[in-house]
């Protein structure tokens, strides 16, 4: 048996180690378009929830990765000057560079060995294979190459946003608010290795627009960013790693498979940044392929209906609420009239998964505080 997997990302290295482990006979090519160590972004966030399934499922590469990771227990909301700590969910982080090295070790020592600056432009083009895995990202050519097939969908959301690093360390996942001499602006900001933290800055269209940001060059966007945002950066400053001005596409594929090919990650979905579950669900959505291929024997026919099946419910539950993160997000500078308690409980509940009941167990000590500073829980 042949499998060809595009993309030697988190999704695909990981989709090769797992068939590697389960079943050593298999043969496994992985084709990746840019060079070895090429990664966009800085860090990957993960919950203590999110966690549990590598543990369970994969504890060898969850014990390789989990030593480098920054960890810590609150996240915290900044409005108006007031910082607002809610408890109820750790997390940890990783650069995205490092967590990609590790699984290229990890994949390594399974003799697994990416073909690395290789573009591949058609799904011939990757060698006659048994099971073809498409883990090749947004612009994934296994999905564009016959899009109808798998039922593509994108919407463009209408807020701008930059992906910067810091060169310093914050203490807990911070989703920073300030009004600045241009408008409202958010930073979705953590650590994720020592002196490193993710920083990623968010307006409105019409603020970017106003702003003139289109027509600043990258070193001019940088510098009128850590202008904006100088109170929260104190004496740090921003890193540029191919950080331009984008905004999110919400990718949704009603087919996940078609013939012998199956999507995975950001080349079957995407989920927006402000719930930090992206590469959790290309590795669950792994993990479900390969038990579903397991489960089945192997026979690619019953396999791939039988992935599609077992995950949707669970992955559309999780997309279903990024999606309506994005959607607060994208009104947020209208949210910003609130005072800080409100404005935070506001924050919260903009996935839409918590009522009075779920938030007291959830974040008891974030609750206490809210019902201390006199703000009703009802919706």
């Known amino acids: 048996m042949r499998v060809s997997i595009a993309g030697a990302g988190p999704a695909g290295l ?17 084709f990746e378009q840019n060079p070895k160590d090429a990664t966009f972004g800085f860090g990957v966030v993960f919950s203590d929830q999110a966690l549990g399934f590598l543990r369970e499922d994969d504890p060898e590469t969850a014990a390789l990765i989990e030593p480098h990771m920054q960890r810590w227990t609150d996240i915290a909301v900044v409005h108006k000057n007031k910082r ?11 650069g995205r560079l490092d967590l990609l090295r590790l699984l290229q070790q990890r994949a390594a020592q399974l003799g697994i060995n990416p073909v690395y600056n290789s573009r591949i432009e058609v799904t011939d083009a990757l060698g ?8 090749d990202g947004l612009n994934s050519m296994v999905r564009t190459s016959a899009p109808e097939e798998f039922g593509e969908h994108i919407e463009t959301l209408s807020n701008r946003f930059i992906w910067y690093g810091a060169d310093c360390e914050f203490d807990a996942l911070t989703q920073s608010f300030v009004e600045t001499r241009l408008g409202s602006f958010n930073a979705h900001h953590y650590r994720y290795q020592a002196g490193r933290s993710t920083f990623i800055i968010e307006t409105t269209d019409a603020i970017w627009r106003q702003g ?9 966007t940088k510098s009128v960013c850590e202008d904006l945002f100088g109170d929260v950066l104190g004496k740090a400053r921003l890193i540029d790693n191919n950080s331009v001005w984008r905004q999110f596409p919400n990718l949704r594929c009603e087919r996940y498979h078609s013939g ?23 590795l669950e959505d792994v993990i479900a392929l390969v038990d579903a291929l397991k489960a ?21 539950k999780i997309v279903d609420a990024a999606t309506r993160s994005a959607r607060w997000y994208e009104a947020f500078d209208r ?8 404005f935070a409980l506001a924050y919260i509940r903009r996935a839409g998964r918590l009522d009075a009941e779920k938030l007291r167990r959830f974040a008891p000590g974030f609750t206490a505080q809210l019902e201390a500073h006199g703000v009703s829980l009802s919706i």
């Open 84 to 94: 607002i700590a809610i408890d109820g969910v750790g997390f940890s982080a990783i």
């Open 128 to 135: 006659p294979a048994d099971l073809i895995i498409g883990a």
């Open 335 to 342: 949210h910003m009239s609130l005072e800080p308690w409100p």
């Open 296 to 316: 089945s024997d192997w026979d690619i026919a019953t396999a791939l209906p039988a992935f599609q099946q077992a995950r949707q419910p669970a992955l559309q």
């Open 14 to 30: 990981y989709a090769a180690i797992l068939i590697r482990r389960v079943r050593p006979d298999i043969d496994i090519s992985v």
């Open 260 to 282: 012998n090919k199956v999507l995975v990650g950001d080349a079957l979905h995407t989920a927006h940044f402000s719930i930090g579950s992206g590469t959790r669900l290309a």
């Open 212 to 220: 003139g940001f289109a027509g600043l060059d990258a070193a001019q």
